[in-house]
């Protein structure tokens, strides 16, 4: 069964902090791994990885895919309170997607 | 718990057909969003449904596209004589209150020829 697991289900941390979000993965045919930050109603898109090993950076986040442990990674240095969202990783197979069920991250000033 | 159920995965509708697309919320959920794809990888929202009531249809086209949520089965998102630019995936997601907590279903293709 295809599948796509979260984790922390939830965090909390200090304006400043630095917090790595996690993302596994256990689909056929694997095409690309996808980030979205969804606030209110529509996700917003941050990155797509299709390569291992490559990382991607957007201003204080960054996101990197291991392939061959089938996960990915997050990361959000000097987090502000603007980053407080739910973060949903996807992974595309083919013309299907898989959403993970998301992190809360909540950030406190 | 078998998730958000979206069917069918793929659906191919000749122009000017109807197309159906359902989705079985999470069991204990009572709230279902509607999301088409954009090709560059974002969500675009399209509705928001309660049990019985539309929330918000903000990003639901004016024409052709209606949604449902009924008492009793899917939601329903229905689009009337579809166009070559009605081609997407169409994903819902449930959650049990407005705050959050969504569960995306795996999408509809849908394919216009």
């Known amino acids: 069964e295809d599948k796509v697991v979260q984790s922390p289900l939830s965090l909390v941390v200090h304006e400043g902090d630095t917090v790595t979000l996690n993302c596994s993965y256990e689909?056929?045919?694997?095409?690309?791994l996808l980030w979205y930050k969804q606030e209110k109603k529509a996700p917003t898109f941050l990155f797509m990885l299709t390569s291992s090993g490559i990382e991607k950076k957007s201003g204080r986040l960054s996101s990197i895919l291991d392939k061959k442990e089938l996960s990915s990674i997050l990361n959000i240095t000097a987090t502000q309170t603007g980053d407080s969202a739910i973060y949903l990783c996807?992974?595309?197979?083919?013309?299907?997607?898989?959403f993970g069920t998301g992190t809360s991250l909540t950030v406190i000033p | 718990n078998a998730g958000v159920m979206q069917n069918p995965r793929h659906l191919v509708r000749r122009r000017g057909q109807e197309a159906r697309l359902r989705c079985s919320p999470m069991?204990?959920?009572?709230?279902v969003y509607w999301y088409r794809q954009l090709p560059e990888e974002g969500l675009k929202f399209m509705v928001y449904l309660q049990k019985e009531n539309i929330i918000d249809e903000s990003g639901m086209p004016k024409e052709r596209f209606s949604a449902e949520f009924p008492k009793e089965g899917p939601s329903i998102l229905r689009i009337q004589q579809v166009v070559r630019g009605d081609s997407a995936a169409y994903f819902c997601?449930?959650?049990?209150?407005?705050?959050?907590?969504?569960?995306f279903g795996s999408g509809t293709r849908l394919t216009v020829v």
């Open positions: 996807a992974a595309r197979t083919g013309n299907q997607f898989y």
């Open positions: 069991k204990g959920h009572s709230h």
């Open positions: 997601a449930s959650s049990p209150g407005e705050a959050g907590g969504y569960t």
């Open positions: 689909v056929t045919n694997f095409r690309s």
